[in-house]
């Protein structure tokens, strides 16, 4: 063991003294504290090469902003080569014709302006000296065209979560979808009715496939069902991860479950039938009493820079544990445990209502930010801010002059030490910038660009009132105060890239009475530019995800009605081309993890702003 110094020791006397210290001191502590964090070794998976999702192109159409013409978008891919270029195809009547007159290499859209009242639209990619290659075919019927795409569910509850992945290898996202909306939070009474939730998966053309009841043994609450699909085992399929439970579960006076055998098991994800099961991380007195054991969340991670691994974690207020687990072929193998010591400060209590992974340090290897704290690739802690529990936490790129990414963080504890809204280095923990003054309780938190005259993505966060304050706070990208009032500080939750430039833009009622990212409640919302122009009405149902799913760059908006899932596509001409978002390993590990935890809007790990 490493020999400690007499001063050391003192500082080591006084952990608790740890919240107020420089990150690099705390990171510093933990490696005398756990020596054999260089001796973990490193993760090795199946994979051969990385795992990557084989996309098509994507296209959709959509009425155009004139209500007469036909609006098509596509993706552009990252294997495209820059002088890539497309032809739009369209047959009617038994006709086959090339309706663009050069190809287009500035854009992945094109507007037909001459639509037959029944067609069929494909795209060719064209490349000097090689053979073209045709995309996947999209019938329209002029009268039944919609500005979305509707999915039918096979009963009338109304989805609460959905995730989007490839269920049956053909290129395009389909939908696992968890309902009712309905949540127990573990602060809240048990749930007496006999509600379950139950996860079901669509195909893309709205073909319902299964549905799987989680039973009784995992209460109807967001904290006790986490669920994330991705292709774990690369047989080019995605499964269904989730937490599962058997008929030994226990429940007391209050209808809470208290105890029974729970696990991390594996659906199939065409079929919905178990191919796997492990236990999932132990519930005990460590965490603290039965409400913050009740803390489950899930994840993935390439861990190896290749294979996807699957995250089992509980606990979030004090003791957190994270397992991770390989899918070899149909069998499970847990490759690490981290078990954050409920009497070390520095990592006590540290967790956020959400995680997110991606490569911070360079090596080509995934790491986990769990909220205050940073997972390496081998299942140990890389470093901890010391801010304790964080609402929300931003794995971004703040600034185009920043070195590597950042992470924005608020905190719900009282701050008096000004760092309760900061920035910290995503690589080594190193505090960046901080607020410089005292927070009570900041309960929500966003990073987007929608102020050009600001360089960056701007930084805001509201308190709640649960803390004495209903402060809003209004940042730039370097941590310099904006000063305004609190009615000119957005909404922390759902902003999305919709029209064609690189601000982003957020949501508010049709009747101008909610502010940004509110929930809809049943009403209509409008897409706007933040105290600016309205770019889009009408979008009904509450938003149950914001990715780049489809289409060209900007983002797609799903929505949730009773019965029925939208898919809300932009009609705004582009301006420029970028490969899709969900190439990106960081943007895509954001889509991928809300369908669990509190909803945060995807970004890349490149500067994506004005």
């Given at each position: 063991?490493?020999?400690?110094?007499?001063?050391?020791?003192?500082?080591?006397?006084?952990?608790?003294?740890?919240?107020?210290?420089?990150?690099?001191?705390?990171?510093?502590?933990?490696?005398?504290?756990?020596?054999?964090?260089?001796?973990?070794?490193?993760?090795?998976?199946?994979?051969?090469?990385?795992?990557?999702?084989?996309?098509?192109?994507?296209?959709?159409?959509?009425?155009?902003?004139?209500?007469?013409?036909?609006?098509?978008?596509?993706?552009?891919?990252?294997?495209?080569?820059?002088?890539?270029?497309?032809?739009?195809?369209?047959?009617?009547?038994?006709?086959?014709?090339?309706?663009?007159?050069?190809?287009?290499?500035?854009?992945?859209?094109?507007?037909?302006?001459?639509?037959?009242?029944?067609?069929?639209?494909?795209?060719?990619?064209?490349?000097?000296?090689?053979?073209?290659?045709?995309?996947?075919?999209?019938?329209?019927?002029?009268?039944?065209?919609?500005?979305?795409?509707?999915?039918?569910?096979?009963?009338?509850?109304?989805?609460?979560?959905?995730?989007?992945?490839?269920?049956?290898?053909?290129?395009?996202?389909?939908?696992?979808?968890?309902?009712?909306?309905?949540?127990?939070?573990?602060?809240?009474?048990?749930?007496?009715?006999?509600?379950?939730?139950?996860?079901?998966?669509?195909?893309?053309?709205?073909?319902?496939?299964?549905?799987?009841?989680?039973?009784?043994?995992?209460?109807?609450?967001?904290?006790?069902?986490?669920?994330?699909?991705?292709?774990?085992?690369?047989?080019?399929?995605?499964?269904?991860?989730?937490?599962?439970?058997?008929?030994?579960?226990?429940?007391?006076?209050?209808?809470?479950?208290?105890?029974?055998?729970?696990?991390?098991?594996?659906?199939?994800?065409?079929?919905?039938?178990?191919?796997?099961?492990?236990?999932?991380?132990?519930?005990?007195?460590?965490?603290?009493?039965?409400?913050?054991?009740?803390?489950?969340?899930?994840?993935?991670?390439?861990?190896?820079?290749?294979?996807?691994?699957?995250?089992?974690?509980?606990?979030?207020?004090?003791?957190?544990?994270?397992d991770a687990w390989m899918l070899k072929g149909n069998k499970l193998e847990?490759?690490?445990?981290?078990?954050?010591?409920?009497?070390?400060?520095?990592?006590?209590?540290?967790?956020a209502h959400s995680m997110v992974t991606a490569d911070v340090d360079g090596?080509?290897?995934?790491?986990?930010?769990?909220?205050?704290?940073?997972?390496?690739?081998?299942?140990?802690?890389?470093?901890?801010?010391?801010?304790?529990?964080?609402?929300?936490?931003?794995?971004?790129?703040?600034?185009?002059?920043?070195?590597?990414?950042?992470?924005?963080?608020?905190?719900?504890?009282?701050?008096?030490?000004?760092?309760?809204?900061?920035?910290?280095?995503?690589?080594?923990?190193?505090?960046?910038?901080?607020?410089?003054?005292?927070?009570?309780?900041?309960?929500?938190?966003?990073?987007?660009?929608?102020?050009?005259?600001?360089?960056?993505?701007?930084?805001?966060?509201?308190?709640?009132?649960?803390?004495?304050?209903?402060?809003?706070?209004?940042?730039?990208?370097?941590?310099?105060?904006?000063?305004?009032?609190?009615?000119?500080?957005?909404?922390?939750?759902?902003?999305?890239?919709?029209?064609?430039?690189?601000?982003?833009?957020?949501?508010?009622?049709?009747?101008?009475?909610?502010?940004?990212?509110?929930?809809?409640n049943g009403r209509k919302q409008l897409i706007w530019k933040w105290q600016?122009?309205?770019?889009?009405?009408?979008?009904?149902?509450?938003?149950?995800?914001?990715?780049?799913?489809?289409?060209?760059?900007?983002?797609?908006?799903?929505?949730?009605?009773?019965?029925?899932?939208?898919?809300?596509?932009?009609?705004?001409?582009?301006?420029?081309?970028?490969?899709?978002?969900?190439?990106?390993?960081?943007?895509?590990?954001?889509?991928?993890?809300?369908?669990?935890?509190?909803?945060?809007?995807?970004?890349?790990?490149?500067?994506?702003?004005?």
């Amino acid at each position: 063991m490493k020999k400690i110094s007499a001063t050391l020791l003192l500082c080591l006397s006084c952990a608790c003294s740890l919240y107020a210290q420089d990150p690099r001191e705390r990171h510093y502590f933990y490696e005398i504290l756990n020596p054999s964090h260089e001796e973990k070794p490193l993760v090795q998976g199946f994979a051969q090469t990385r795992i990557e999702e084989k996309l098509d192109r994507g296209l959709t159409a959509v009425p155009a902003q004139d209500g007469k013409s036909v609006y098509l978008s596509w993706r552009l891919l990252a294997n495209d080569k820059t002088t890539t270029s497309f032809h739009v195809y369209r047959e009617s009547n038994g006709k086959v014709k090339r309706i663009t007159r050069k190809a287009l290499t500035a854009t992945c859209d094109y507007t037909d302006k001459t639509p037959s009242e029944q067609c069929v639209y494909w795209i060719e990619s064209v490349n000097k000296g090689e053979k073209k290659v045709a995309s996947e075919k999209v019938s329209v019927r002029l009268a039944d065209l919609k500005p979305y795409t509707s999915i039918k569910l096979h009963n009338q509850e109304k989805a609460g979560k959905i995730a989007l992945a490839d269920l049956n290898g053909d290129g395009r996202y389909d939908y696992i979808i968890r309902t009712p909306e309905t949540n127990v939070d573990p602060g809240m009474p048990g749930d007496t009715r006999g509600t379950t939730y139950k996860i079901s998966a669509y195909l893309h053309d709205g073909t319902y496939l299964w549905t799987y009841d989680m039973g009784p043994g995992i209460e109807p609450g967001i904290w006790y069902s986490p669920f994330i699909v991705y292709d774990f085992n690369g047989d080019g399929k995605a499964e269904v991860a989730i937490k599962t439970a058997d008929e030994s579960y226990v429940k007391n006076e209050k209808g809470r479950v208290c105890g029974g055998n729970e696990f991390l098991s594996v659906l199939d994800g065409m079929t919905g039938k178990e191919i796997a099961r492990a236990d999932w991380p132990e519930r005990n007195n460590r965490y603290g009493n039965l409400i913050r054991q009740n803390r489950n969340q899930m994840g993935m991670a390439f861990l190896d820079g290749k294979t996807p691994f699957i995250l089992a974690a509980r606990g979030t207020y004090k003791l957190m544990v994270v397992d991770a687990w390989m899918l070899k072929g149909n069998k499970l193998e847990r490759v690490w445990r981290w078990d954050g010591d409920e009497e070390n400060p520095i990592v006590r209590s540290m967790g956020a209502h959400s995680m997110v992974t991606a490569d911070v340090d360079g090596d080509n290897r995934d790491e986990i930010l769990l909220g205050s704290c940073m997972l390496d690739d081998n299942g140990t802690l890389l470093w901890s801010s010391g801010l304790g529990h964080s609402d929300k936490a931003y794995l971004c790129k703040l600034h185009p002059e920043m070195e590597g990414m950042q992470v924005f963080m608020v905190s719900e504890p009282k701050k008096e030490d000004g760092r309760g809204v900061s920035v910290v280095d995503a690589a080594t923990g190193k505090l960046i910038w901080s607020i410089g003054h005292t927070t009570y309780h900041v309960g929500d938190g966003m990073v987007a660009d929608f102020d050009p005259s600001h360089p960056g993505l701007e930084c805001f966060a509201s308190e709640d009132r649960k803390g004495g304050s209903t402060d809003k706070y209004l940042l730039t990208a370097k941590g310099e105060k904006i000063t305004t009032g609190n009615n000119r500080v957005p909404g922390c939750r759902n902003w999305v890239w919709w029209d064609a430039d690189l601000l982003r833009e957020t949501f508010k009622g049709d009747d101008n009475r909610w502010g940004a990212g509110s929930s809809s409640n049943g009403r209509k919302q409008l897409i706007w530019k933040w105290q600016g122009d309205v770019l889009t009405t009408g979008i009904e149902g509450d938003i149950l995800m914001i990715a780049d799913m489809e289409g060209d760059w900007r983002e797609e908006v799903i929505t949730a009605l009773p019965g029925e899932i939208r898919i809300y596509h932009t009609n705004i001409p582009a301006t420029d081309r970028r490969t899709t978002l969900m190439q990106n390993p960081l943007y895509r590990s954001y889509v991928a993890h809300r369908s669990m935890g509190y909803p945060q809007a995807p970004v890349p790990s490149y500067y994506l702003g004005e």
